[in-house]
């Protein structure tokens, strides 16, 4: 077992890393979820039957790892916000954590699409991460988001042009393009 979970470490795990950090957009929650979907991994290894690859089986569990802590987030926000009164209380929580846009700083193409990717839904910046990061097929897309591939085909077809969109907005060009 210690030499398949080394083989799927070496050979996915920059690229592992690379999506859920593009997801979660903080790293040390990155490096967590990570261990998460490792842990998963040796759990349930004897159950992987082959039908797919074990990259696109690796995935899938690292999109299902990703959502829960999503909606984990969502739940504690929930309690969050039942718990204070904040017409009361003048303070609000800050998050000390770099934001998306201070990691890219230095380069404004990246920048950039931090903020697009945020405008997205879920689905759109799976597929999109999967797709232009990841260099992941729509075959590998398909199997790892468990869609069919003209449903991977449709989100990135509007997830690209709500991108499209943003960028000539961005460029002030927004007007010309709603008149198509």
């Known amino acids: 077992m210690r030499s398949v979970y ?3 470490y070496e050979k996915y795990h920059q690229d592992l890393f690379q999506f859920i950090f593009y997801m979660v957009k903080n ?3 990155s490096e967590d979820l990570v261990q998460e979907v490792y842990i998963k991994v040796l759990k349930s290894y004897t ?3 082959g039908d797919s690859s074990e990259k696109t089986w690796l995935f ?6 990703t ?3 999503f909606r984990k987030q969502t739940r504690k926000k929930k309690r969050l916000l039942e718990f204070f009164d904040w017409d009361k209380k003048g303070e609000q929580l800050v998050d000390n954590q770099p934001l998306p846009e201070e990691i890219a ?3 404004e193409d990246i920048k950039l699409l931090y903020q697009y990717l945020e405008k997205l839904s879920v689905d759109q910046k799976s597929v999109i991460i999967l797709r232009y990061i ?5 075959q590998e897309t398909a199997d790892i988001l468990g869609w069919s591939v003209s449903k991977v085909k449709t989100t990135q077809h509007r997830g690209l042009k709500l991108l499209q969109n943003l960028a000539a ?3 002030g060009e927004g007007r010309r393009n709603e008149a198509r």
């Not at 899938?60 to 790892?65: D, E, G, K, L, P």
């Open 6 to 8: 080394e083989s799927l």
């Open 27 to 29: 790293r040390e929650q």
């Open 47 to 49: 159950q992987f039957k």
């Open 60 to 65: 899938s569990i690292a999109r299902h790892v």
């Open 67 to 69: 959502i829960d802590f």
């Open 105 to 107: 700083e230095k380069n």
């Open 134 to 138: 990841q260099s992941m097929s729509i």
């Open 169 to 171: 907005e961005q460029r």
